[in-house]
Antibody, heavy 117, light 106 residues
Framework: EGHLLESGGGLVQPGGSLRLSCAAS????????MIWVRQIPGKGLEWIAY????????HYADSVKGRFTISRDNTKSSLFLQMNSLRVDDTGIYYC??????????WGQGTLVTVSS | DIQLTQSPFFLSASVGDRVTVTCRAS??????LAWYQQKPGKAPKLLIY???LLQIGVPSRFSGSGSETEYTLTITSLQPEDFATYFC?????????FGPGTKVDI
């Protein structure tokens, strides 16, 4: 089934940057399209970014377009999310997940990003 | 963007009950719908995809149905471990959107 492990979350001031990583194991990473989803604790889920298996195609939610960049390193079975110009409303738990056709699976355990002064 | 609504928002049930959650889409999503279960402090877990296909390892008491704009998740004979929040999601078009969630509580 595969395992995903996010890292890189933390506390950052508004306007700052963070880079999230997602390490894949027991998972043929190069075959999988990948996504990032975020969730405000106790609230709903928001898809924010997608990347295809070779990195040539990406899509973003309007809320992060121009500020966040999704990328991947297939040689290291790793997914990344570069987050710039962070805002208070970017605060939340960030999950990476595989995106086989029609679903998100598997999911990582999430990493918390807090944007606050 | 395709909007999803779920009903009910909150559901109180007992072990052994049959539970149904409804998800309605603002546009025809052609069965590109998935259902997830989330427990406190945990990541969502895929239950159903393509509206009615059961993910491997998910108990058969979970089932999904529907088409076009209306979909349902049914749990027959609710078990203690099923008390959680359930989200629907459309994967017909970007941005992929989620419903607001239905909390199933005792």
């Amino acid at each position: 089934e595969g395992h995903l492990l996010e890292s890189g979350g933390g506390l950052v001031q508004p306007g700052g940057s963070l880079r999230l990583s997602c390490a894949a194991s027991e998972f043929i990473f190069v075959r999988h399209e990948m996504i990032w989803v975020r969730q405000i604790p106790g609230k709903g889920l928001e898809w924010i970014a997608y990347i295809n298996n070779n990195g040539a195609s990406v899509h973003y939610a309007d809320s992060v377009k121009g500020r966040f960049t999704i990328s991947r390193d297939n040689t290291k079975s790793s997914l990344f999310l570069q987050m710039n110009s962070l805002r208070v409303d970017d605060t939340g738990i960030y999950y990476c997940a595989g995106n086989p056709r029609g679903r998100f699976d598997p999911w990582g355990q999430g990493t918390l990003v807090t944007v606050s002064s | 963007d395709i909007q999803l609504t779920q009903s009910p928002f909150f559901l109180s049930a007992s072990v052994g009950d049959r539970v149904t959650v409804t998800c309605r889409a603002s546009h025809d999503i052609s069965s590109f719908l998935a259902w997830y279960q989330q427990k406190p402090g945990k990541a969502p877990k895929l239950l159903i995809y393509d509206a009615s296909l059961l993910q491997i390892g998910v108990p058969s008491r979970f089932s999904g149905s529907g088409s076009e704009t209306e979909y349902t998740l049914t749990i027959t004979s609710l078990q203690p471990e099923d008390f959680a929040t359930y989200f629907c999601q459309q994967l017909k078009s970007y941005p992929y959107t989620f419903g607001p969630g239905t909390k199933v509580d005792i």
